[in-house]
């Protein structure tokens, strides 16, 4: 993608969309953390509906910690990998008491050295919830990134540098939804809507694949 091209494909996503969010429900940032956790290698429709039912009785590291581990565990039964993410929400609870006087850090490596969160939660719970200016780069991200030649990157760490480097400082806070959102239902991974994309004028792989 042109440099040129950047600030016009930020400004239609935002036109469309001016006030993206994520679609994990939560209502403070330990459920935003405990949610994002959960969300790895699942659906975020497949997380609200086992968070439904566990977040209105354990909404904080205390309550959840108390709340025990086999209750967790079957709280969260119907999500991927249940048990692993469970033990790690469950002792991930402990640290956040122990360590941080039972609230979410502000900080990327105090936040990445709990269990189960990546450089990707990281990000999220940061941009999301303390407004930073960051970017997690999910598979839909990392697709549309790759493909309209935004940000291309052989790995997440490399596209999320490139990102950081070429979105304008404008559309940095709300970047990574935006492109989540476009390549969850426009940009897929199989069946590209090409046809119904409000930036495909801008788009590498629209302007440079065979015509059918």
Known sequence: MKPESIEPFFATLKAANPQPASELEYT???????AVLLSAQATDAGVNKATRRLFPRANSPQKMLALG????????RTIGLYRNKAK??????????????????????????LPGVGRKTANVVLNVA????????????????????????????????????RVPAAYLADAHHW?????????????????DCAVARWCDWVRTRPAV
């Not at 581990?69 to 969260?76: C, K, N």
């Not at 929400?89 to 640290?95: G, N």
């Not at 360590?99 to 979410?104: A, D, L, P, T």
Request: with cysteine.
């Open 88 to 113: 790690n929400l469950h002792e991930t609870c402990r640290l956040l008491i122990e360590r941080h006087g039972g609230e979410v850090p502000r900080d990327r490596a105090a936040l990445e050295a």
């Open 130 to 165: 303390f407004g930073e200016p960051t970017l997690a780069v999910d598979t839909h991200v990392f697709r549309v990134a790759n493909r309209t030649g935004l940000a291309p990157g052989r790995n997440p760490l490399e596209v999320e540098q490139r990102l950081l480097a």
């Open 28 to 34: 403070n940032v330990f459920e935003l953390l405990a």
């Open 179 to 195: 492109l989540i959102l476009h390549g969850r239902y426009v940009c897929t991974a199989r069946s590209p809507r090409c046809g």
């Open 69 to 76: 581990l086999p209750a967790l565990t079957e709280a969260i």
